[in-house]
């Protein structure tokens, strides 16, 4: 564990080295600024509650969109995953959706329901459902039919079968699923945000592109990557880990 640590904060540095470099190259903070140079703007935008207000809402879309993604590509995956005939039905809409480019269903949704909260949402949570889907659904074709029997033969209820039988077994899957989503739901939100939004994260990215200051792009960008890392390495990575012990026992 120690031995991770240090080798994810020597790979960090060694990004911050090359950052260094890469600003000393240009010479122009206009392009590139130091990394000591967003400590101003940073302090600026924090002390003024503005930066908060729109890392909130941004990460507000994420859960929103998250949870929604989960839950329906969850459902699906499982059926999909038990029964070949409604995986035979609906795996051309799955390879469909899995295709569709990202900015067509966030256009196609501002277009159909508007400029809209709800439609942000959606945009997101439709683009991510369908990889969700496919990763439950190879772990539901996966489930021990060993268990599975058993389950049957001591007739085990509904539920307490879903708990102690089906869920463990899925357990992986759903937090690789959940580790890969919150990686892409977080940047499609920021592209919804830029498309249609007047806050977040990806609207103030939008503002600052328009006035070509780099410094406000990197500080809104690198608050919202250092929250997203914070769920990922407080939140993800040990819950995977917990769910993943029992294949190793």
């Given at each position: 564990?120690?031995?991770?640590?240090?080798?994810?904060?020597?790979?960090?540095?060694?990004?911050?080295?090359?950052?260094?470099?890469?600003?000393?190259?240009?010479?122009?903070?206009?392009?590139?600024?130091?990394?000591?140079?967003?400590?101003?703007?940073?302090?600026k935008a924090l002390a003024s509650g503005e930066l908060l207000y729109h890392l909130g809402h941004t990460l507000l879309r994420v859960a929103w969109a998250f949870v929604l993604a989960m839950s329906v590509g969850?459902?699906?995956?499982?059926?999909?995953?038990?029964?070949?005939?409604?995986?035979?039905?609906?795996?051309?809409?799955?390879?469909?959706?899995?295709?569709?480019?990202?900015?067509?269903?966030?256009?196609?949704?501002?277009?159909?329901?508007?400029?809209?909260?709800?439609?942000?949402?959606?945009?997101?949570?439709?683009?991510?459902?369908?990889?969700?889907?496919?990763?439950?659904?190879?772990?539901?074709?996966?489930?021990?039919?060993?268990?599975?029997?058993?389950?049957?033969?001591?007739?085990?209820?509904?539920?307490?079968?879903?708990?102690?039988?089906?869920?463990?077994?899925?357990?992986?899957?759903?937090?690789?699923?959940?580790?890969?989503?919150?990686?892409?739901?977080?940047?499609?939100?920021?592209?919804?945000?830029?498309?249609?939004?007047?806050s977040g994260v990806g609207f103030k990215i939008h503002l600052y592109f328009q006035l070509f200051d780099v410094a406000m792009v990197l500080v809104y960008a690198f608050s919202f990557i250092a929250v997203m890392?914070?769920?990922?390495?407080?939140?993800?990575?040990?819950?995977?880990?917990?769910?993943?012990?029992?294949?190793?026992?």
């Amino acid at each position: 564990m120690t031995r991770g640590v240090g080798a994810t904060a020597l790979s960090l540095l060694g990004l911050l080295g090359l950052w260094i470099v890469a600003a000393e190259i240009t010479a122009d903070p206009t392009v590139l600024p130091q990394p000591w140079a967003l400590i101003a703007p940073f302090g600026k935008a924090l002390a003024s509650g503005e930066l908060l207000y729109h890392l909130g809402h941004t990460l507000l879309r994420v859960a929103w969109a998250f949870v929604l993604a989960m839950s329906v590509g969850c459902v699906l995956g499982v059926v999909m995953g038990r029964s070949e005939r409604v995986n035979q039905w609906l795996d051309p809409w799955l390879v469909v959706f899995l295709n569709l480019p990202a900015l067509v269903l966030i256009v196609l949704c501002y277009l159909w329901i508007g400029l809209t909260e709800a439609a942000a949402i959606a945009a997101v949570t439709l683009n991510k459902i369908p990889n969700v889907t496919t990763v439950i659904r190879e772990g539901a074709r996966a489930l021990s039919p060993d268990l599975d029997a058993m389950a049957a033969v001591y007739r085990m209820p509904f539920i307490d079968r879903l708990r102690h039988v089906v869920l463990p077994q899925l357990a992986p899957y759903m937090a690789a699923a959940a580790r890969s989503g919150i990686a892409v739901i977080w940047k499609i939100v920021l592209v919804v945000e830029f498309l249609g939004r007047s806050s977040g994260v990806g609207f103030k990215i939008h503002l600052y592109f328009q006035l070509f200051d780099v410094a406000m792009v990197l500080v809104y960008a690198f608050s919202f990557i250092a929250v997203m890392l914070a769920v990922e390495w407080l939140a993800l990575q040990p819950w995977e880990r917990r769910v993943r012990r029992w294949r190793a026992a």
